[in-house]
């Protein structure tokens, strides 16, 4: 005899429900979280390492770098003066809440004050998988191209800011920017953006201002 | 290709509700995916019958429900539903606006014996 059961389950809820313990275990602490994601290639890592060394004067900083396989990135986040610790997701293609709530366990969370995390390079999965971090930053980058937000609508939807990087290569490659603006523009209305390079570092300092301006609205939040 | 580990989260939701009926089987599962989440059908069933098979929900059926993209724009009251990608008001032309619908991804339902 069948029986149908109603449930009404959304079916990452056991993700969010472990994302919303991360996020107040970062609150508790004063921290704040940015989830950087990205294609693979796009400048995640140079950009976490330029905002080390121009913010760990004024900011203790850590970073959680997810990749499929080596600690390459955590490794340089460490040179350039974090703290850092290594996922490792053994083929996943993203980073979860479960996966951040152990690296962070791993963290001295009192004594920091910006925590990055470095997503798996992808633009499709991590936008599904809440992690509890406070702002997603969606790092593009002059040579993918410009169709890239009409590509991937999922991932320029969901985040609260956007850098272009690699600007210095705009004399060199096809790439519209009003073309790529536009499509930012539909799916995600008035998006910060922060066109920039970090080898020629143009443009970085608006981006390291937008970070400590962030950084201050979440302490008098916390606070 | 998230679908293996969202597959696995459906197996443990429907797992654990037809323990709590006292099922012995689970013939159908029913998920609502909206538009807008970017899930495959054909690579979720796929998944499912690796991660489902020696447990009670082996051989169970999936049945999928589309919804559709539901907005309201926030500047003029426009309800509409747009195929393409631009969720723009195709009223006032705003896109100050609410996705209300297309964003589920949740179980609805499951059949037990």
New interface residues.
Partial sequence: ???????????????DHIAAQNKSALDSAGVLGLNFMASPGAGKTSLIEHTIKKLKDRLKLAVIDGDVATSIDADRAAAAGAQSVQINTGG???L?AIMLQGALLELPLEEIDLLIVENVGNL??P???QLGTHKSVLIASVPEGDDKP?KY??MY?GVEALVINKTDLLPYVEFDMEYFRQGV???N?GLVTFPLSCRSEEGLDAYLAWVETEMEAHRRVVQ | ??E???TE??L??ALR??AE?E?DKI?DIH?VIGK???IIDDSVQFYWDIVSDGTAAQGAVLHFRRVRIEIVCQACGESYHPEE????CPACGS??VRIVAGEE?????????
């Fill in positions: 005899m069948k029986e149908r059961i109603p449930i009404v389950e959304k079916i990452l809820s056991a993700n996943e293609c993203h979860d499709i999965c936008a599904s998988f009409y609508p999922g939807r523009e539909i799916l209305p | 290709m998230h293996l580990s969202i989260s459906i443990e939701i509700h037809a009926a099922a013939t998920l807008l989440s970017s990608l631009d969720l723009s896109r100050d991804f949740r179980l609805e339902a499951i059949e037990v014996e």
